[in-house]
């Protein structure tokens, strides 16, 4: 599939090496170097150009839990992302975004969604889903949760475990669902969980908001009230990276590394031994404590006496 001359120019233009004039300009490109740790994940969520109501609805759904982290489209784009991949990749580049999900509609694949992810502004890998069932946000009447909540993800089904797809399916969803990195965790922020379910060649994905009730005790009783949006969804097409290149988008920086420490080993409990290396001992030198009982006889030390100037004597 061709794409326009306009898109062409702004991709080349996208790809030179530009020097900031302003020192907004240089912050700017400062924040989209690479880095050593990476800025939050951002995901871009584009309408086809035959998007239905259904199709358009779930992506502002899915907005709506991403937010911050996430840009809406509103115009539509025509284009097909497993023929051709050049308009994910500008637009991913334009809007410092290594996520998307892209919706449409049309007669032979009704209700399609793709999910992928970019490695270095190109498509590492994607899976398309088919919708079967939608219950929107706005028709489960229930409280929501605030902005930028961080969700809980929970995976239900061996296929997840077994099936390469679903493998796969599973990393990406964690991907694009888990938010910022953060170092504790607060009891009260833990508000709403997304379950995924795969069973019978089908995933289902359900959202929930998290009540902590009284139970009369320190620990609180916990309550699960749909939220939504939900979704029944089956698995179609997929666009998997190759080993060598997901192991590549995977590699973590040397400085990154944890230094690994000489002669220690932890155990399944989590308990740390370490192993010092010492010169050998002379044990005839080693001082003990004195009994009565281990003391010599004066016969005794006569004869080691006697036997001493023998070897002197063989000696010399």
């Known amino acids: 599939m061709c794409i326009g001359w306009t898109e062409v120019v702004a991709m080349d233009i996208l ?14 490109l400062e924040k989209r170097e690479p880095k050593l740790s990476e800025n939050n994940k951002n995901a871009m969520l584009i309408k086809g150009g035959n998007a239905n109501a259904t199709v358009t609805q779930v992506l502002k759904d899915v907005y709506a839990l991403k937010k911050p982290y ?40 009704p ?43 929970i995976f239900a089904g061996d296929d997840f475990d077994t099936t390469e797809d679903y493998k796969r399916l599973k990393s990406l969803l964690i991907d694009f669902f888990r938010g910022p990195t953060v170092a504790n965790i607060r009891l009260a922020g833990l508000e709403y969980v997304l379950h995924f379910t795969a069973l019978k060649g089908k995933v289902y994905f359900r959202s929930y908001k998290l009540l902590l009730k009284k139970s009369g005790c320190r620990t609180p009783r916990i309550e699960l009230e749909e939220m939504g949006p939900s979704l029944d969804m089956v698995l179609r097409r997929t666009h ?41 001992q002379d044990l005839s030198k080693l001082q003990t404590r004195k ?26």
């Open 111 to 153: 209700n399609n969604l793709v999910i992928g992810r970019m490695y270095d502004y190109h498509v590492l890998d994607m899976i398309e889903l088919g919708i079967e069932k939608f219950v929107s946000l706005k028709d489960i009447k229930n409280s929501k949760c605030p902005e930028g909540t961080k969700p809980m993800i």
């Open 240 to 280: 998997l990276a190759s080993d060598d290149l997901y192991k590549l988008s995977m590699k973590m920086p040397k400085a990154l590394k944890p230094k690994k420490k000489k002669n220690m080993s932890h155990d399944t409990f989590g308990t740390t031994y370490g192993r010092i290396h010492m010169q050998k």
């Open 70 to 109: 996430g840009v809406l489209y509103k115009k539509k784009n025509i284009t097909r992302p497993f023929e051709d991949q050049t308009s994910l990749e500008f637009f991913s580049k334009k809007s410092d975004c290594s996520l998307f999900m892209f919706g449409s509609h049309n007669k032979k694949r």
């Open 291 to 316: 009994m009565k009982g281990l003391k010599k006889r004066p016969a005794e030390r006569i004869t080691d006496d006697q036997e001493k100037k023998s070897k002197r004597i063989k000696k010399n």
């Open 15 to 28: 790809d030179r090496v530009i020097k900031p004039k302003t020192k907004r300009a240089k912050r700017f």
